[in-house]
């Protein structure tokens, strides 16, 4: 965890500002406060505990990532096999895992995930190399068709970004960043400080890797139930300015007009409630702020982890008729206004060398209420 950010984003105990804006009385929480005995290298806390001031609740900071959820104990009870992994294994005890823990779920389900996500946000290497064809490499700018290649996380942010000359003064937002290079690609477009967050451990420690390390190393899947650890050089500018943080969208612990814009990629139909993530993700922006929201509308209870989030399961957006309809009006009761949208993106994710799924995505570019007359 970055000291600048957590100076100047200053977050709160997630419990006390869900206890606050029930009440919408008196002050808000104070800042969080950081103990002095953690494991430093320069400005970033590896390990140590953050406390609340209020309510002496500890939040961890463990492997750079604070864990900033209402639970994070319940959290940490949960993920904590997931922290204990090597992220740079021999292909052999990357295969004994496999099979020893085929039938477990949670093994097999991580392979996939760091796959999928790993290829999308970093590229495959010597595999990408020897398949030109693809539309994707190890510079993850993919193309126009890019079935099959890496970069499809870039290419629907640009998408969403289309016309946009510079993003709005402060800092930026990457909610539900995955493995992070969507939130790399922010910090080249601004000066300000650039914050990932998500709530799966596997792909933020990935992210962590590209943030902290020249290279990412993650299980690339062949076949079946095949894999093979790759490696991939990384270097982006500006990634001084950037970090990665566990919180959860439905209760996240920033004041409102933390940021001044955000990203949220693939994320609303991941969510138990997505109704009260919007109006979260509102309330942190500003009123001159902007926005790229994407969602193929691929509504999935098994998207959600057990216990990850702590809002009540809202079924009104996965059993509408008109979808985009209701997620218009939840759009413009929040004081957004819709900039511009491309009502079908096409989002090529690689599931293994012979299989390939597309989203068709919906990408809005959405403007806070101060900057109606903007160009």
Known sequence: MRLAHFETLSPRCPSCLMQWRKDVAGPPPAPLRLLQDGQRADDDVLAGL???????????IIEGLPILLPDPARFMADHLVYGLLPQRWPNELQAWF?????????????????SVYGWDH???????????????????GGGPDARGGSGGVLQCLAAGLAGVEALPAGAALDAGCAAGRATFALAART???VLGIDINIPLLRLAR????????????RDIGSRFRMQTVPVSFPGRERVDFWVADVHHPPF???????????????????PAQALAALREMLGDSSLAVVSLPYDWSDAATPAGASSGARDRSFAAASDAEALLRQ???ALGWHIRHEASHHPWYLRIHRRSTICYDNHVLLLAGPGRVDRG
């Open 50 to 60: 953050i406390r609340c001031p209020e309510c002496a609740a500890g939040y961890p």
């Open 330 to 332: 939840h759009i413009a």
């Open 209 to 220: 890797q590209a943030l902290t390390e020249s290279a990412v190393t993650y299980p690339l």
């Open 98 to 114: 496999g099979e020893a823990f085929a039938q477990s779920g949670w093994f097999p389900a991580m392979q996939r995930h760091l």
């Open 255 to 273: 004041l409102p007009a933390s940021f001044a814009f955000l990203a949220a990629l693939n994320l609303l139909d991941c969510l138990a409630n």
């Open 191 to 193: 000066e300000g400080l």
């Open 122 to 140: 970093y590229g495959g290497g010597e595999v990408a190399a020897a398949r030109p064809e693809a539309g994707g490499g190890p510079d993850v």
